[in-house]
């Protein structure tokens, strides 16, 4: 069964840290594109970084310099890690697997940055 589940998300100060993770289960990551994804309240969903099979990174502008997307294939983990943190960075925030035409998501980890 395939399965992708987030953890890490918390309740953080402005200016702070925090790392998300995202373990993919039931299936191979290799030849897959990999991203975060978050949805604040009232809010569409807005992609945040993603990352190809190869490595190659694109980041939402707000994020740049502040997020760093990596994955590590042979764990099967996808992670995101945080600083500077915001408060319009509270969201909750989803990973999303793509892999030839098949597509799947977590269901998300909160975020919450308080001011």
């Known amino acids: 069964q395939v399965q992708l589940v987030e953890s890490g998300g918390g309740v953080v100060q402005a200016g702070g840290s925090l790392r998300l993770s995202c373990a993919a289960s039931?299936?191979?990551?290799?030849?897959?594109?990999m991203g975060w994804y978050r949805q604040a309240p009232g809010k569409e969903r807005e992609s945040v970084a993603t990352i190809s099979s190869g490595g190659v990174t694109q980041y939402e502008e707000s994020v740049k310099g502040r997020f760093t997307i990596s994955r590590d294939n042979a764990k099967l983990t996808l992670y995101l890690q945080m600083s500077s943190l915001k408060p319009e960075d509270t969201a909750v925030y989803s990973c999303?697997?793509?892999?030839?035409?098949?597509?799947?998501w977590g269901r998300g980890t909160q975020v919450t940055v308080s001011s």
């Open positions: 039931g299936f191979i990551v290799g030849y897959s594109t």
């Open positions: 999303k697997l793509t892999r030839f035409s098949n597509t799947y």
